[in-house]
């Protein structure tokens, strides 16, 4: 495989891995946690390497993984201690991610982690970084850990697929009937935390972030079944990776920030178009009903 | 000014605490009101969407000007805000995914032009970089002028209609009841945070500047429940956090400006939670006992 299809392999993993995950959270209006979420795995990534010296998977994984939970923590007790829940977000996340940027700054110019590389991530670099076993190369590790995460969201959705379904929907009666709600919702944290956290070191914080919360939205606005919100958030968010690749290249920009700006003209093109919920299609609906009466 | 050259800063630096003084507690006091009206992160969009306004005026017109571009970061600002409203007003999408989705992309795009005006016109050199996550050493007497008049005057706004902002914020109904210009005044609250937004992101950068404006007053919500005292005390924060993190950071090589103002007013935020005398834990551990 070449160099820009593992490229457009690990944008389009990014966006299903996140697309899935982010629409969960979306119909349980906690999208601004998917944001603070995706800013403070910094932090986790920061502060790893300071524990570990190196820049290796694992570490930065359970590192990234500990600082999401705490954030989505923090965020609860604010919350609960009675601070209004934007503030204790807006809070929460701006610390944590100011504390990674100043400790990054600390590092120096021997790694590969700046600034530029939190808000931006390496994708162009994804290929040459392959898993070795033995010599040989099976693939960029990007694609391995996204493939690894992604598979197991699918499991997770599919085993509790129920639950997550009513509990989305109906917390009140999932409670009734006995559904583990608060299960329910560490299980979506810790499904967003990993997908943010194999995305971030190659997509950077933004693509993360617009990856989570806009593909879901688009499909909000295409269907109301849940299966096929799960779908067609996915596909949106593949669609976003191939078309923001394709600008990237041909302008010469930024590959994260062009897909973040592909999540955006499908959610336009969505929030205008949608035979159903689109703008244009109701204000037409609503002239033809008063032309017929 | 004698105070700083008393601590041995030159008369550059001066300058650039003293603006880092003001803009803190006119971010501060302003907060307040933010705060109140639960839009603490719809200013976090509206700062993020400065970005691409920034760039699109280097685009336009090729020069580096600190008057068009805070033109383009107030015009994408506004913009962005409003793009909120219409999701909000216009779909069934909610408030805080609307948010979301108005943060990431349109600071996406203004990655996207980020990278264009890098390898179209040699960027590096327009300093545009500093934009995200700013940088108070990179600051010249000019720009320093344009924060520090903005901040007096909008803290001058805000203690002159102080009253008025404050029935509009606490009781809308009530202020529209004895005859306050209740749109009016809200436009002028709306556009004093787009107006600290931007003149603030050349100091402490697109990404954190809300956190000025959320952080120092919610540490001041635990030391009282009156709208005054808790807008003089936020200003107050806000101004210790602005210049303590510019102190850090001009002393102390490589330290970013707006991080390092930020983690001061978490700072502050942390003391406040724990021994804040109306809502703080330990007060309020000593009362349970």
Avoid at chain 1, 154 to 164: R, S, W
Avoid at chain 2, 165 to 176: E, H, I, L, N, Y
Wanted: charge should be positive; hydrophobic fraction near 55%; proline fraction near 3%.
């Amino acid at each position: 495989m070449n160099y820009t299809l593992w490229i457009i392999l690990t944008g389009c993993l990014v966006g299903v891995t996140c697309g899935m995950s982010g629409v969960l959270l979306m119909l349980k209006k906690m999208s601004m946690i998917a944001d603070a979420i995706s800013h403070t795995v910094l932090l986790g990534i920061v502060g790893a390497f300071f524990v570990s010296q190196s820049l290796n998977g694992l570490p930065m994984l359970i590192g990234a993984a500990v600082v999401g939970l705490a954030t989505a923590f923090f965020v609860e007790s604010l919350h609960r201690s009675g601070i209004q829940s934007d503030a204790a977000i807006g809070v929460v996340f701006t610390s944590l991610f100011a504390l990674g940027v100043v400790l990054i700054s600390f590092i120096g110019d021997q790694v590969h982690l700046d600034t530029k590389h939190a808000l931006m991530g390496e994708i162009a670099f994804v290929p040459w970084d392959t898993l070795q076993i033995k010599g040989e190369s099976y693939g960029p590790v990007a694609v391995w850990m996204l493939g690894t995460v992604l598979v197991l969201n699918l499991i997770l959705i599919a085993v509790f697929y129920k639950e997550i379904k009513i509990s989305t929907f109906d917390p009140q009666y999932a409670k009734l009937i006995g559904v583990p709600v608060a299960f329910v919702h560490y299980l979506l944290m810790g499904m967003v935390s990993l997908s943010t956290v194999a995305s971030f070191d190659s997509v950077g914080a933004i693509l993360v972030v617009a990856m989570l919360i806009v593909p879901g939205a688009t499909a909000y606005l295409l269907t109301d079944r849940f299966i096929t919100l799960l779908l067609i958030s996915g596909v949106v968010g593949i669609l976003s990776a191939m078309i923001g690749y394709g600008a990237a290249v041909y302008w010469n920009v930024s590959i994260a920030g062009a897909m973040a700006s592909a999540t955006g003209l499908l959610f336009l093109a969505a929030f205008l178009f949608s035979p159903k919920h689109g703008w244009l299609m109701k204000k037409a609906k609503q002239r033809r009903l008063a032309a017929n009466s | 000014m004698d105070f700083f050259s008393v601590l041995g800063f030159d008369a550059n630096t001066e300058w650039v605490l003293t603006g880092s003084l003001l803009l803190g507690f006119a971010s501060g006091t302003i907060g307040s009101f933010v705060l109140l009206r639960k839009q603490s992160l719809i200013s976090d969009a509206m700062a993020h969407a400065t970005l691409p306004g920034v760039c699109i005026m280097y685009i336009l017109f090729q020069v580096k000007s600190i008057p068009l571009f805070l033109i383009g970061a107030a015009l994408t600002g506004l913009l962005a805000t409003q793009a909120i409203q219409l999701i909000i007003h216009r779909s069934r999408i909610k408030t805080d995914a609307a948010i979301g989705i108005v943060i990431s992309v349109f600071f996406g795009f203004g990655i996207v032009l980020l990278t264009y005006i890098q390898q179209h016109f040699g960027g590096s050199k327009a300093g545009l970089d500093t934009f995200i996550f700013g940088q108070a050493a990179s600051l010249v007497k000019s720009d320093v002028q344009v924060i520090t008049i903005g901040s007096l005057i909008l803290t001058m706004i805000a203690a002159l209609f102080f009253k008025e902002f404050k029935t509009v914020v606490f009781d809308p109904a009530f202020a529209k009841g004895i005859g306050l210009p209740v749109r009016l005044l809200d436009s002028l609250l709306f556009s004093m945070v787009l107006l600290v937004v931007v003149i603030g992101i050349q100091m402490v950068g697109v990404v954190l500047i809300a956190a000025l404006l959320i952080t120092p007053p919610l540490a001041a919500r635990f030391w009282t429940e009156q709208l005054g005292v808790m807008a003089f005390l936020g200003g107050s924060f806000g101004a210790v956090s602005g210049i303590s993190g510019a102190i850090l950071s001009t002393t102390i090589d490589h330290l970013p400006t707006g991080p390092m103002m930020v983690l001061s007013a978490s700072f502050i935020f942390f003391l406040s939670f724990l021994f804040g005398s109306k809502k703080g834990m330990l007060p309020r551990m000593v009362k349970l006992l």
